[in-house]
């Protein structure tokens, strides 16, 4: 059993490559083999946003915080508030993130597949961000 | 691409045969195959825990609020807080509960292995909780 205390791993600010506007990340697991499960806390500053992109598994969302958004292709953007819950299905394409005027924070649960969490697309442009 | 609102999902109480004391518990995901991730929001009275149990692919505990208590069996009781992580090894026996005097809310994720995601074992007497 591993414990990690609250002040024992350091946040770190996500890529620019694959977010737009300020994201921060903390750890929450990296389960080793057999397991597969993936968890982080994700923290959106008001307007960032993921850029495109699907799960070979799949993907939970639960918000703890904030205001947030999220998209499917085709599909109008939604607001998502906190207690909620979203299941993407394996290779739905989507995104996440913050509301323009509020942070956002959610816990994200993925599985790893072939050592892989996440097909990282094209950025999710203002235009899309805002219809 | 599944939204559960916050509202849209009743609370339900945990069942006397696993846990001691009032336990609720709130649904996050249960992941159609291929993906096999499970998570629910459970929140403890003060003074009440799970019984002794294990699990096949492991679980992660994410502590959302309140102070709580975690033991593997042949180690001490620990306490755990709000922003603490706990990854439990496939296997390894243990419970989680509240702290005596402080309701606890963690999120559990685990993975279910053929139909299970759990093995429930005996109630944790007032003896060990208390030691």
């Known amino acids: 059993m591993d414990i990690h205390k609250a002040n024992s791993r350091a946040t770190s600010f996500a890529g620019a490559e694959y977010f737009t506007g300020s ?22 500053s008001p307007g960032a946003r993921t850029n495109w992109h699907n799960h070979p598994l799949g993907q939970t969302l639960y918000v703890i915080s904030g205001v947030g958004r999220i998209q499917k292709l085709g599909e109008a953007v939604q607001e998502i508030l906190p207690g909620d819950t979203i299941w993407i299905a394996p290779g739905e394409k989507h995104w ?26 094209e950025r999710v442009t203002d235009e899309e961000y805002q219809a």
Chains 1, 2 share one sequence.
């Open 23 to 44: 994201v921060m990340i903390d750890p929450i697991v990296s389960a080793p083999e057999p397991a597969r499960v993936r968890a982080l806390r994700v923290s959106f």
């Open 96 to 121: 996440h993130g913050a509301a323009p005027d509020h942070a956002m924070c959610h816990i994200a649960i993925q599985e790893e597949l072939e050592g892989k969490q996440a097909d990282w697309l």
